[in-house]
């Protein structure tokens, strides 16, 4: 039997193959409150903040237009934007990384 | 007055339709290593048991042109005839034919001889090549899919549904197959996608091609949309044919009993398992071993590995095996293997067909990804699909049956009718090493040597419990069988089944966790 690896299951190891679907799979990361990533594909409409503005939660940063919807960004809460990653104009894949709070 | 006029008349207009898209659609069609529609039918089917219907259908689209256009038979064949001497109803789409778009007429054909496999009980193989809904017809083309979606269900169940993907098979239409029982693809020409890569490409900027979108790879591997993948087409079709082998042509029915033979001698049932529960084996080959003339048929070979279904005999009778694959993933379960088994486990149940279970695994794969996946929600249908089923169930346990999977992997407790096990049986809550560190955990923590401490425990533990006897003793397992015994147990346990009466509760159906 060809490459056989050393898998845990409850503190036994077992020699096995795996899947390319189970090498593939993604780590989880633990979501950062402070980036604000795009929820859809879509495109970058409009943006009315600027990088170091101050501003205060349930303001719209931008708008991301996907599936004919025009959706707006709210800031999650009070602070200053840091960098925003994206252009007007720009298509934008899901959970990109669109704006950076302080 | 002779008929001579009018029969040359016909023969004709016979010979106009059966030409299809004409010679040069229908050179494109074999330009991309393709078959045409009709030899596609005729490929499958018993020599000339052929007989097509609504041959003179025609559109009635008066927008875009349209009424200007004739297109024979609107781009489908439909009609009757037999594999193996036994009635099946059919229908191909036709590329050639305004690329086998899907329009009222076309619909109409196709839900006609729906019914009509519904109502005569006989499968029904529907070859999909279709570039999707005809725009020019608008709405009527969507309802022509809602109708027959709507028959795929009420079918499911009844008698078996077969999808061939030989073309593409995109947006809406995926959904025909996707409720139907078999799906079977076909290297380089089979394409399913609900969103083509033009749309991905123009909303996202993603590039991929359509063999990397939704080709017979992907859904055999990645997707599970395939049951069967093939590298030609004649592949496909005999795999077709052979599965028609082992299923009953509706639920009201057996499937056919063939000549029993015994399994073949190379495969020696002992010599195929190692004793040391970590070590990996091919659980094909035990099934291998106890099955008429070795003849296993997989099902989804390619898609969650860890665990193994498909058909075989036993005394020439048909049986669903399940089985765990300790050669992958150790033979977990997880989301995607336990879709496969329950969907499987449900399809045996609704065609009278008995469910031997092989059971040998260390319990759910552990991950965040897998728990955010719902393991616990795809979990459960194997619970529901086991705990549902009144077909003759059997199971075998051959070494580990730890946890919430020795419950789940057709145990006493969801009405198993027997259960064996095999002396190298470890029927326990968890693994030994596990186990120990948590009874032992004081003791292995206060310990001058805890490693040594720890060896000890899992040593105590695993005499203690890591057989099959504690079970035994219990009465969830029948007997403890040596493994060379194990053909004989199933064969007679099945003989014994074969009129069981399992009566549930009446219901209108149940709520599985879709």
């Known amino acids: ?96 990384l669109m704006v950076e709070i302080e | 007055m002779s008929l001579k006029r009018n029969i040359l008349d016909l023969r004709k207009r016979k010979e106009k339709v059966l030409q299809g898209g004409g010679e040069k659609a229908i050179q494109k069609q074999v330009a991309m290593g393709k078959l045409t529609a009709r030899e596609r039918v005729t490929s499958i089917l018993d020599e000339d048991s052929f007989h097509e219907y609504d041959l003179f259908v025609e559109h009635e689209a008066r927008d875009f042109g349209m009424e200007k256009k004739q297109l024979h038979g609107d781009g489908v064949i439909i009609g009757t005839g037999t594999i193996y001497g036994e009635p099946v109803c059919i229908f191909a789409q036709d590329f050639t034919v305004a690329g086998g778009s899907l329009g009222l007429m076309h619909a109409r054909k196709i839900t006609k001889i729906m019914d009509h496999a519904l109502k005569m009980r006989v499968p029904l193989i529907g070859i999909n090549d279709s570039g999707g809904a005809r725009i020019q017809e608008g709405v009527n083309s969507l309802a022509g899919y809602g109708e027959i979606f709507f028959r795929n269900t009420l079918a499911s169940g009844v008698i078996p549904q077969l999808s061939v993907i030989l073309g593409p098979c995109a947006g809406g239409a995926v959904y025909s197959p996707a409720l139907t029982d078999f799906v079977f693809v076909v290297e380089n020409i089979s394409k399913m996608f609900i969103t083509g890569p033009e749309v991905i490409k123009t909303v996202l900027g993603e590039e991929i091609s359509m063999e990397e979108l939704g080709g017979a790879r992907v859904h055999s591997e990645i997707t599970g949309n395939a049951h069967f993948y093939a590298q030609s087409e004649y592949e496909c079709f005999e795999q077709i044919k052979k599965l028609l082998t082992f299923i009953p042509w509706h639920n009201g029915k057996k499937a056919k009993a063939f000549p029993p033979k015994p399994p073949k001698p190379e495969y020696k049932i002992e010599e195929i398992v190692p004793a040391d529960p970590t070590q990996p084996y091919d ?20 898609f969650a590995k860890n665990i193994v279904i498909g058909f075989g005999r036993m005394n020439g009778e048909t049986v669903g095996f399940v089985a765990n694959q300790p050669m992958v993933l150790a033979g977990v379960l997880d989301c995607d293997s336990s879709d496969k088994a329950a969907r499987f486990i449900r399809y045996c149940d609704s065609f009278n067909i008995p469910i031997v279970t092989l059971e040998d695994m260390p319990g759910y794969l552990p991950g965040v990804d897998q728990e955010h996946m719902g393991v616990i929600r795809h979990g459960a249908k194997i619970l529901y699909a086991y705990s549902e089923a009144t077909v003759p169930k059997i199971t075998v346990i051959i070494r580990k049956a730890y946890g919430g999977g020795y419950i789940a992997m057709n145990s006493r407790h969801m009405k198993a009718d027997f259960m064996f096990a095999w002396p190298t049986a470890e029927i326990a809550v968890m693994g030994p090493e596990g186990a120990a560190n948590i009874i032992f955990r004081k003791e292995i923590m206060n310990a001058e040597d805890p490693e040594a401490m720890r060896k000890e425990k899992v040593a105590e533990y695993k005499e203690k419990f890591a057989n099959p006897y504690v079970a035994a003793a219990k009465g969830y397992i029948d007997t403890v069988i040596e493994p060379e015994e194990t053909r004989n147990m199933l064969l007679h346990s099945i003989e014994v089944s074969n009129n069981k009466v399992d009566r549930r509760p009446a219901k209108k159906h149940g709520i599985p966790p879709f």
């Open chain 1, 1 to 96: 039997m060809e490459n056989l690896k050393e898998f845990n299951v409850d503190g036994t190891v077992y020699k096995t193959q795996t899947t390319k679907k189970f090498e593939n799979r993604k780590a989880w990361e633990r979501p950062n409150p402070k980036n604000l990533l795009s929820f859809i594909p879509g495109t970058i409409v409009e943006i009315f903040v600027k990088e170091g503005q101050e501003v205060k939660a349930g303001e719209s940063l931008m708008i991301l237009e996907a599936m004919k919807m025009k959706n707006l960004i709210e800031m999650p809460f009070d602070g200053v934007i840091k960098k925003i990653h994206v252009e007007e104009g720009v298509k934008v894949p899901n959970r990109m």
């Open chain 2, 283 to 302: 659980i094909r080959n035990v099934i291998k071993a106890i099955s008429d003339d070795s003849d296993f048929f997989e099902i989804m070979e390619n």
